[in-house]
């Protein structure tokens, strides 16, 4: 029994025994691995390339090589201008200890055309640590502009002009505005080059058309393109007609007049041509006979020659700029007639009617035959054959009053210049309708009218207060008449009476005629004698 007892009792002390060596062993082997274990450090991080680049965002990122021993609180990248970027500058944050050691970052808020430098960069308690550094560039915009209001429009030219308030990241090589007469111009078409860089320009638009609808944007060129202002319009001036009058018609001889005009407004363009355009028909235009003159505004004259004898003609001025021609008031006129003796007589348009404004004073037919001169007053009183005679017989009165003729005369038809005619009873009639009598007194004999003859009277000649207004421009003077009975003068200054060609509508041993009187307002008509000696007046064919 005993021996069993050691043993157990000796079993049991091994055991312990076994126990404080294990223990020992644990504890040596846990000193030594204790004393192994290195301090925690800083992380390794390494930087990605960067890709995705815009002018405003990038990608990048990096790789955690080694949380240095510590957990990783921080990382991503950091960006900058400079070189050496921290997380001082622009960073991201990308998480803290991530599923995978690799992490993506986005760059934002990047301005055009710059040159950046980026890091990744891992922290943990012990601090921060940089991956390699990279460089990249965003790319360049086009320049930000904006477009001035128009200003100071004329005829062919504008002003404008723009501010270049952002480069786009590269330097401007030009600026300017463009314009089209259609939408969003272009530096393809017409613009100016204000030169380089930043800030306000003006721009001065030249060579337009008046009147013409244009439409205009600023402009900034660098390497990345052009970039343009808002689009704005305006219309050019517009050059209206000019204006121009038509001067009075001066220095009227037998085949020439003077007359002009005068050009009071260029319309806001240049005159091209001016002048005076006439016919014989009314309305004339530059399709018509015309005369050119020089110059531009203001006044200037216009000889007309080779005009027609004793013919009405109708005159205008005229001036033409690049919106078309204008025309001036229409005046009318009538050149001067003559006779085979080369007398020459004023002419005067009233109503429709082109009269003589003297009394004639030929000595021969219009076939160039004489007509027989006859001072002896019974001999004159007993013709039936044509005759004339100057008042008193003396030729001096012949130049102011004109001749006196016999019906006989006249009954030839042949009296008056070719193109002419002695007037008819109706002819008279026309022009005292014309002068405002009515059809009553018109076709009434004797006394007719109410001031018919103060207008046909001349201002001057009338004795005793009989002179006239001259209203009608027919000018008669009192250049009395011969009579058929005894072929004496009488009447110079009272009186004076001219043929019709027309025969007394009851004898026609007389022939008809109008009469006026110093002390009369009125006309008389009525028949005489035909070997009476009356003036005559012509009147156009």
Request: net charge negative; charged share 15%; proline share 3%.
């Amino acid at each position: 029994m005993s021996f069993e007892y050691v043993n157990f009792h000796s079993m049991r002390n091994k055991f312990h025994f076994s126990i404080i060596l294990l223990t020992a062993i644990t504890a040596g082997l846990l000193f030594i691995v204790t004393s192994c274990k290195k301090d925690p450090v800083v992380p390794t991080v390494s930087t990605s390339q960067v890709t995705e680049i815009t002018a405003n965002t990038a990608k990048s990122g990096g790789t955690i090589v080694s949380d240095g021993g510590e957990e990783i609180t921080q990382m991503g990248i950091c960006w900058a201008e400079t070189a050496g970027p921290s997380i001082t500058d622009f960073i991201t944050s990308d998480g803290r200890n991530p599923g995978s050691a690799s992490f993506t970052s986005t760059i934002t808020g990047l301005q055009p055309g710059i040159t950046y430098y980026v890091r990744a960069y891992a922290k943990n308690s012990i601090g921060v640590s940089y991956g390699e550094e990279i460089s990249f560039q965003t790319p360049a915009l086009t320049p930000t502009v904006t477009t001035a209001a128009i200003s100071e429009i004329t005829l062919n030219s504008a002003r404008s002009g723009g501010n270049v308030t952002n480069t786009g990241g590269a330097p401007v090589t030009a600026k300017g505005v463009c314009w089209s007469t259609s939408a969003s111009p272009t530096t393809d078409g017409s613009c100016t080059n204000d030169g380089a860089g930043t800030g306000i320009f003006t721009s001065n638009i030249n060579e337009l058309t008046s009147g013409q609808k244009y439409y205009v944007r600023a402009y900034a060129t660098n390497s990345a393109g052009t970039g343009y202002g808002e689009e704005l319009s305006f219309t050019t001036d517009q050059v209206l007609l000019p204006t121009v009058t038509t001067s009075e018609i001066t220095s009227v001889g037998v085949t020439a007049a003077v007359t002009g005009g005068n050009v009071t407004y260029d319309g806001g363009g240049d005159i091209l041509e001016r002048g005076v355009c006439y016919n014989t028909s009314g309305d004339p235009d530059i399709s018509d006979s015309k005369k050119t003159e020089s110059g531009t505004t203001g006044t200037f004259v216009s000889s007309l020659t080779n005009l027609s004898a004793g013919t009405i003609y109708y005159v205008r001025a005229y001036a033409r700029n690049s919106s078309g021609i204008a025309y001036g008031n229409e005046r009318i006129f009538s050149t001067s007639a003559s006779d085979v003796d080369g007398n020459i007589y004023p002419t005067v348009i009233i109503g429709s009617q082109l009269w003589m404004q003297k009394d004639l004073k030929t000595t021969r037919f219009n076939d160039n035959t004489a007509i027989d001169n006859v001072t002896d007053n019974l001999t004159w009183a007993g013709l039936s054959t044509p005759a004339y005679s100057w008042y008193d017989n003396q030729p001096s009165y012949g130049s102011t009053y004109g001749i006196i003729y016999n019906w006989h005369a006249v009954g030839t038809g042949k009296l008056c210049p070719l193109g002419w005619h002695v007037p008819t009873d109706d002819d008279f009639k026309d022009l005292e309708r014309h002068l405002g009598m009515t059809e009553e007194q018109v076709n009434a004999t004797l006394w007719r009218g109410t001031d018919q003859g103060t207008q046909l009277k001349s201002t001057s000649t009338w004795i005793d207060n009989g002179n006239g207004t001259n209203a009608s421009g027919w000018t008669a003077l009192a250049g009395g008449y011969r009579y058929g009975v005894d072929g004496g003068f009488v009447g110079l200054g009272y009186n004076t009476y001219w043929w019709s060609s027309s025969e007394h509508w009851s004898d026609t041993t007389k022939g008809l005629y109008r009469r006026l009187r110093s002390e009369e307002t009125g006309v008389f008509r009525e028949g005489v004698s035909k070997a009476g000696g009356k003036m005559v007046r012509c009147i156009r064919d």
